[in-house]
């Protein structure tokens, strides 16, 4: 079975011995077919939102600058911006190398550099930015204004749409079609009025969650000793003399 938006309702119609439903009907499936749909959705958004970085939403963002302007819209569908991850791209063009961008507080912005705003004429402040700030109204700045169209990039975490089409793809990866399918099967049995297995879904869907923020969240990051063996330096040094 193809690992899109049919395949993922069709998978709840046969858990429910119901009869399954192709390319040619899907779009128009009415009573329990719809609400198969909606439950689908229903548990990729709690997937989504149980967890703010999912790998899976990551997008590595290309933007070019536009000479003089400081201030940029976030990305539509985003989520949450790594600002840790802002450079400016090596461009021959402009003789620049990769630059990476450095954080500061919007206060210190607005109280140190924020006239270059206003002081349109100055193309002398110009030059290859060396900051980034994050406003409050969903848009990022950098500073100084830059005196060319650099290629700025930078990596967040996407908000997934909803899935509309028979074809559509999940962005959770297919691995993880069981977690889909289990909090799929949470709805499912409500709308029936089975509050105990909804219930036994429900814990089942919670557990799938929690294995994949063990496989994609809860990572240790190797540290490596750096410490000399005083016992060991001892021998190494009698050896030697």
């Known amino acids: 079975m193809a690992y899109d938006f049919l395949g993922l309702v069709n998978d709840i119609n046969r858990r429910l011995n119901e009869v399954p439903l192709t390319s040619a009907n899907f779009d128009s499936a009415v009573g329990f077919y719809s609400l198969g749909k909606d439950s689908v959705n229903a548990s990729i958004r709690y997937i989504n939102q149980s967890q703010f970085e999912w790998p899976f939403n990551h997008v590595e963002q290309e933007d070019d600058l536009t000479a003089g302007e400081i201030r ?121 009025g089975n509050t105990q297995d909804a219930q036994m879904q429900l814990q089942k869907f919670e557990e799938g969650i929690k294995d994949m923020r063990t496989l994609y969240i809860n990572r240790y990051h190797y540290i490596r000793d750096t410490r000399i063996n005083a016992g060991l330096s001892y021998h190494v040094k009698s050896r030697v003399g």
């Open 72 to 192: 940029y819209a976030y990305p539509a569908d985003a989520k949450t911006i790594d600002f840790d991850s802002f450079r400016i791209k090596r461009n021959s063009t402009f003789g620049n190398e990769t630059k990476k961008l450095s954080i500061i507080d919007y206060e210190e912005y607005l109280t140190n550099y924020v006239d270059a705003e206003y002081d349109t004429s100055n193309t002398g402040i110009r030059t290859i930015p060396r900051y980034v700030f994050r406003t409050p109204s969903q848009e990022f700045g950098v500073y100084p204004p830059p005196d060319n169209d650099y290629e700025l990039v930078y990596e967040y975490y996407r908000l997934p749409v909803d899935l509309e089409n028979a074809t559509d793809v999940p962005s959770v990866p297919e691995q993880f079609r069981y977690v889909i399918v289990d909090g799929a099967m949470y709805h499912a049995y409500l709308f029936r």
